[in-house]
């Protein structure tokens, strides 16, 4: 029974040599003895066989060893990017800032002056408003002289509870000073009464 080779995949190819090693070690004690190929292969010897196949075993595993480290390097990468791409972003501005009218060197930095936008043609014009038209028909937004022009229309009807306090009693007076005896027309004071 044949495997045809390219409908495996790359582990299974090198558990396949791992097998074939174990068994020319096995079977073919003499590393120096010379194996003949059938077909257009050069005749190799035992020791040369268990190497050609090692390779494939040692690239698989190299190769399998290099992905988890890339998985890990590829996670370490994403995990820094936001923080880093804003402190890029930050320190264009800054550069921008600082050489805005110096066009060379900008350049040092890889930055060319902003692009300044041309004149635009009357279609252009027109497209744009008919866009921008269709952008506040779509969301509903009015402009300061439609916003005006909306009243509200309430119907209501007022209803008025008188606030239920209790009564409550008028606030006692304050008994009325006794008024003292009127002095006699002669200036001296009466002499009190005796009974």
Do not use: C
């Not at 635009?120 to 002289?145: F, H, L, N």
């Not at 209790?166 to 027309?185: D, N």
């Amino acid at each position: 029974m044949t495997t045809t080779t390219t409908t495996q995949g790359k582990g299974t190819r090198a558990t396949r040599a791992g097998k074939l090693i174990a068994g020319a070690k096995k079977h073919f004690t003499n590393g120096t003895q010379v194996l003949t190929f059938a077909g257009s292969l050069a005749n190799v010897t035992v020791n040369q066989a268990i190497d050609e196949l090692q390779e494939l075993v040692d690239n698989r595993a190299a190769t399998v060893a290099a992905r988890a480290t890339a998985k890990d390097k590829v996670t370490s990468e994403e995990a820094a990017m936001p923080d880093l791409v804003a402190f890029m972003n930050a320190f264009e501005a800054l550069i921008r800032i600082m050489f805005a009218n110096d066009t060379t060197s900008l350049a040092d930095f890889g930055l060319g002056p902003h692009k300044q936008p041309g004149p635009r043609t009357s279609a252009e014009k027109a497209e744009a408003a008919a866009k921008a038209k269709a952008t506040r028909d779509a969301r509903g937004t009015k402009g300061p002289k439609a916003k005006k022009a909306i009243h509200g229309n309430v119907t209501a009807t007022l209803v008025v509870t008188p606030a239920t306090t209790p009564a409550t009693p008028p606030a006692p007076t304050a008994p009325a000073p006794a008024e003292a005896p009127a002095p006699s027309p002669g200036g001296a004071a009466a002499a009190p009464q005796k009974a």
